[in-house]
């Protein structure tokens, strides 16, 4: 009888953390970039009860009793599918069509991967260096930080679908002036470790950097300009899940006061 109510319990805990990753979801519909996350789960160890040879005359039997000891979450996963794009007033809001990612330089020189392309050019000693709303520079192809001359007005750049800035000429037509900003791809993005404010990094799990712009990454991305990336979170699939982990999560319960209930009518028998 105990064993239920640990399996009841452990299938409790488990729909609590997929509670979680739902309400997390939700909170994150409007940040831009988010990718929507879902628990995956699996079942626990199994106990025999009784083996396949345990007749009198050993004869194996064709099935065994096993009960299982509940489940637990065995990962979370995010799904890197395309979000909507939001149009903006702004020229240094960029979105990625595609599978990369940009690359910022965290304040102990560590390369960090986002989705989010709202970025603005903050005064530089040199100039004007492109950078997120959190001041890190953003990662040009060569791993350089993003910094124009003061001989460029900032407000007049312009940004190409691959990623190269352009200034108007005297002929007010945009031109490459040789900074390029630098996308990425992993062969597991569901692998990147997450540092909160829609930054990654990479791990074991995702695999190294490809660099678009020199590496073989099959499809490349490419931007748009004056639009973000919206979450990707479908409201409603979300509250369909909340309403199914609530249900789960009340049957566990249910469960367990099933089994005190019968524990408590074994402790009253008399003899």
Same mark, same amino acid.
């Given at each position: ?109 560590e390369t960090m991967y986002t989705r989010n392309g709202n970025f ?21 192809? +060569? &791993? *350089? ?7 460029? $007005?900032?407000?007049? #750049?312009? =940004?190409?679908? +691959? &990623? *190269? ?7 007010? $037509?945009?031109?490459? #002036?040789? =900074? ?32 678009e712009a020199y590496d073989d990454v099959g499809t490349r991305s ?18 369909v899940n909340l309403i199914t982990a609530q249900r789960a999560y ?22």
């Open positions: 009888m105990v064993r239920s109510l640990y399996s009841a319990a452990s299938g409790m805990i488990a729909q609590q953390t997929n509670v979680d990753v739902i309400a997390n979801n939700l909170a994150n519909v409007n940040s831009t970039g988010y990718k929507a996350e879902s628990a995956s789960f699996k079942s626990l160890l199994y106990q025999d009860l009784q083996a396949k040879t345990t007749t009198a005359n050993g004869e194996e039997k064709p099935v065994s009793a096993q009960v299982g000891l509940g489940s637990r979450i065995s990962a979370v996963t995010s799904h890197y599918t395309q979000g909507s794009a939001n149009a903006t007033d702004s020229n240094t809001d960029f979105m990625i069509n595609g599978d990369g990612f940009f690359a910022v330089q965290n304040l102990d020189g603005f050019f903050a005064v530089a000693t040199e100039g004007s260096m492109l950078a997120t709303v959190d001041g890190y520079p953003v990662i040009d192809v +060569d &791993g *350089n930080p993003i910094v124009l001359s003061n001989e460029y $007005n900032a407000a007049k #750049i312009t =940004v190409n679908p +691959d &990623g *190269n800035l352009c200034y108007p000429d005297e002929s007010n $037509n945009p031109q490459p #002036i040789g =900074v390029q900003v630098a996308l990425f791809q992993f062969t597991n993005p569901s692998g990147l470790e997450k540092v909160g404010n829609s930054y990654l990094m990479e791990s074991e799990a995702s695999g190294v950097p490809l660099n490419s931007l748009k300009q004056g639009y973000l990336e919206a979450s990707n979170v479908n409201v409603a699939t979300e509250m009340e049957l566990c319960s249910k469960a367990i006061t099933t089994s005190d209930t019968m524990m408590e009518q074994a402790n009253n028998l008399k003899r």
